[in-house]
RNA sequence: GCGCCCGUAGCUCAGCCGGAUAGAGCGUCGGACUUCUAAUCCGAGGGUCGGGGGUUCGAAUCCCUCCGGGCGCGCCA
């Protein structure tokens, strides 16, 4: 990457004036670059003469100094000192070329990095509880996680998609009594409402199927028998419910994991008993705890009660030993902010185990509210108030919905509007960048009926020389870069704010510059330009989960 | 009370591993369609980056503190 090789001539100008006893070099420091946000800062900007001139007081001497001892190098053109000692560098025109040339061919692996090449990830992300379709809490997750995985396939990470089925425990006990309240009253059975039984019209409308597809043949089931086979059924139904909607929405999970499996194959027993191996249970009042505390937690967690049944810590601790046990080198959790309490005892869990914090990242994504206009709902499936995931796609389309969730850092609260969100729909900026795609998809289209070469490897870059011409190239190579530092960052709004510069930058060469002139070696060079420029846009957007439309 | 997150333009938010004159979209106002897609473009207006202190050559960014908002502090999940 140019900022390595930028390095490379930065440290033999350190070297150089070091030898030449303009400056003393107890360390060699870090070499950082940074794109100037003004043009007349050039392409690339380092700060290392204001780092190495601490307390000399004489940074600009100092970078004046180690401009004068860089090494030629056919990618700079120039370098200047500026501000306070800033060495700004441009960027030669055939480095430029270079880049935009391998943009424009499709095979290339422009914007592709190789930093997360044999590192395994586990990135769990939704894990939405089965038990009742999902709403736009799920949605925000499911966008923000994907796009994350997306992010780090494209810098070389193996990435698998997994989502947690929480398909035991009390929310799912309830849920069943729920369905089989409507249930056994369809039959003619009445029995007593469940206490926080589920709501929403869907579960009268799920009992209401099971009737119909599987007849009275749980009617007369002992109790705990009919609640099992309730269960069984009904989550089944709720969670291809579930996979569809997320198919729907452009995610795909490899992995479906079952909490029940968990306890079926005797996983958290044995997780338990790992802990007490480790000394790291004590008993107190009947129930196992996991003294916690003594990594990090403010107090110990209980992981089998006194009844003999584990906590969902223990499912937790069950369930990273069994992502360890599968390969993972690294294990990302992306959790709802009202979860952050259990952050530090899963964090806990893992460095007693042994696993080590530095392989588990727990990233929250902030509270999603609902409104509808001026009124404010609580998202809850058991109160039976929320949006719907479908709905929303109904209303606003895949795209609009993924895009919306990616323009903001997960760190955002997000007070979601169904009402204003459909109003806005038409506004959204992702048509703006898909627009800017189907713009020069056409120009493209008409460039090859007049037969004119798109060839990236020969055509004549030499003729960009317009404003808009060059600033439409120097943003299209920053991708490669933003890709990297998206990743790094694990924060897709910085591809999506990306995108929608490019698409404005775009705009302004399109305003600019007539691509199919008379000129037909122009025509050739501005042609390649666009071909690179469609195929930055589709590539970012496509790290969205976002189409990239031929025509609008 | 303790912990986590947030506070940037009228609104919704970027920017936050310190960097040069703080940005975008929407909204408002004024302009531009015989020319490759006007779902576009150009221009204007709009800011004590919550307040205060500190560190630094340099702070929206780091530290402390206060104020305001959200969330969480179960042998619930």
Redesign the pocket.
């Known amino acids: 990457m140019i900022v390595d090789t930028l390095s490379q001539l930065v440290r033999a100008a350190l070297h150089g004036a070091a030898s030449d006893g303009v400056l003393r070099l107890d360390d060699v420091p870090g070499i950082?670059f940074?794109r100037?946000?003004?043009k007349?800062?050039?392409d690339f900007?380092t700060?290392i003469a204001?780092?190495v001139a601490?307390?000399t007081?004489k940074?600009r001497d100092v970078a004046q100094a180690l401009i004068e001892r860089l090494p030629a190098s056919d990618v700079v053109d120039a370098v200047e000192v500026?501000?306070?000692?800033?060495m700004?560098f441009r960027l030669s025109a055939a480095w430029l070329h270079d880049v935009v040339r391998r943009a424009a061919q499709h095979s290339s692996d422009f914007g592709r990095h190789s930093v997360g090449v044999g590192t395994k990830v586990n990135l769990e992300f939704v894990s939405a509880?089965p038990t009742g379709p999902l709403n736009v809490v799920s949605g925000r997750h499911a966008a923000v996680g994907d796009a994350m995985a997306r992010l780090l396939e494209a810098v070389g990470y193996g990435v698998t998609r997994e989502f947690y089925v929480?398909d035991?425990?009390?929310?799912?006990e309830i849920f069943a009594r729920s369905v089989e309240f409507h249930y056994l009253k369809r039959h003619g059975v009445d029995v007593a409402w469940p206490e926080d039984g589920y709501r929403g019209d869907y579960v009268a409308e799920l009992a209401e199927t099971i009737a119909r597809e599987s007849g009275d043949r749980f009617v007369d089931m002992s109790d705990d028998e009919r609640l099992q086979a309730l269960a069984a059924v009904a989550l089944d139904k709720e969670l291809s419910g579930i996979r569809s909607t997320l198919e729907r929405f452009g995610t795909h999970f490899d992995v479906w994991f079952s909490?029940r499996q968990l306890h079926a194959n005797n996983s958290i027993k044995q997780a338990v008993e790992t802990l007490e191996a480790k000394d790291l249970i004590e008993q107190?009042?009947?129930?196992k705890w996991f003294r916690s505390s003594e990594f990090g937690d403010?107090?110990d967690?209980?992981v089998v009660?006194?009844?003999g049944?584990p906590?969902?810590?223990a499912?937790d601790v069950a369930y990273i030993l069994d992502k360890v046990a599968r390969g993972f080198d690294q294990l990302i959790y992306l959790w709802?902010?009202?979860?952050?309490?259990?952050?530090?005892r899963l964090m806990a869990a893992a460095e007693a185990l042994g696993i080590g914090r530095e392989r588990v990242k727990v990233l929250?994504v902030?509270?999603v509210?609902l409104s509808s206009g001026a009124e404010t709902l609580k998202g809850s499936k058991r109160a039976g108030v929320y949006v719907l995931l479908d709905d929303l796609i109904a209303e606003v389309g895949v795209d609009a919905a993924r895009y919306t969730f990616l323009?903001?850092?997960?760190?955002?609260?997000?007070?979601f509007d169904i009402a204003l969100a459909k109003e806005?729909a038409?506004?959204?900026?992702v048509?703006?960048v898909?627009?800017a795609h189907?713009?020069i998809?056409?120009?493209l289209?008409?460039a090859d009926e007049q037969g004119i070469g798109v060839d990236a490897a020969s055509a004549p870059l030499g003729l960009l020389t317009h404003p808009s011409e060059d600033d439409l190239m120097r943003k299209l190579v920053t991708y490669e870069e933003v890709v990297l530092?998206a990743a790094?960052?694990l924060?897709p709004?910085?591809i999506?704010?990306f995108v929608?510069?490019l698409?404005?930058t775009f705009?302004?060469?399109?305003?600019?510059?007539?691509?199919?002139?008379e000129d037909a070696e122009l025509s050739h060079a501005?042609a390649v330009l666009c071909v690179a420029t469609r195929r930055v846009i589709a590539d970012g957007l496509a790290l969205l989960g976002v189409s990239s439309?031929?025509?609008?």
């Open positions: 950082d940074e100037p946000k003004r007349d800062h050039g900007a700060n204001l780092v601490r307390g007081g940074p500026a501000g306070p000692g800033f700004n509880n929480n035991a425990g009390r929310q799912v909490e107190r009042e009947g129930a403010d107090k967690r209980v009660r006194s009844n049944t906590t969902y810590t499912s709802g902010a009202d979860h952050h309490g259990t952050v530090p929250l902030q509270i509210s323009t903001r850092s997960i760190d955002a609260p997000l007070d806005q038409p506004e959204n900026p048509f703006y898909q627009y189907a713009r998809s056409s120009i289209r008409r530092e790094e960052a924060a709004q910085r999506t704010r929608e510069e698409a404005s705009s302004a060469f399109y305003r600019d510059c007539q691509v199919l002139t501005r439309p031929e025509r609008m």
